[in-house]
């Protein structure tokens, strides 16, 4: 599976990879994920990290866990 290319919609979808994310990352699940869902995991985020939302190397751990799937 590849975490860049993955719509936000089916991140959120796959039940896996949506437990991977809001364990590493719980104040992403606050957001209004629907606004996202055509866009790409990585352009998100891509934007997460650069607004500090999200710390980079968390991040990265996210990527590196949902790539593993």
Same mark, same amino acid.
């Given at each position: 599976?590849? #975490?860049?290319?993955? @719509?936000?919609? *089916?991140? $959120? &979808?796959?039940?896996?990879v949506k437990k991977i994310i809001l364990d590493n990352?719980?104040?992403?699940?606050?957001?209004?994920?629907?606004? #996202?869902?055509?866009? @790409?995991?990585? *352009?998100? $985020? &891509?934007?997460?990290?650069?607004?500090?939302?999200?710390?980079?190397?968390?991040?990265?751990?996210?990527?590196?866990?949902?790539?593993?799937?």
């Amino acid at each position: 599976m590849n #975490f860049r290319s993955l @719509t936000v919609k *089916e991140a $959120f &979808d796959n039940p896996a990879v949506k437990k991977i994310i809001l364990d590493n990352a719980p104040n992403l699940g606050k957001y209004p994920i629907k606004l #996202f869902n055509k866009k @790409t995991c990585g *352009e998100i $985020f &891509d934007l997460v990290v650069s607004k500090k939302i999200v710390p980079e190397d968390v991040a990265k751990k996210i990527e590196a866990a949902v790539n593993a799937l």
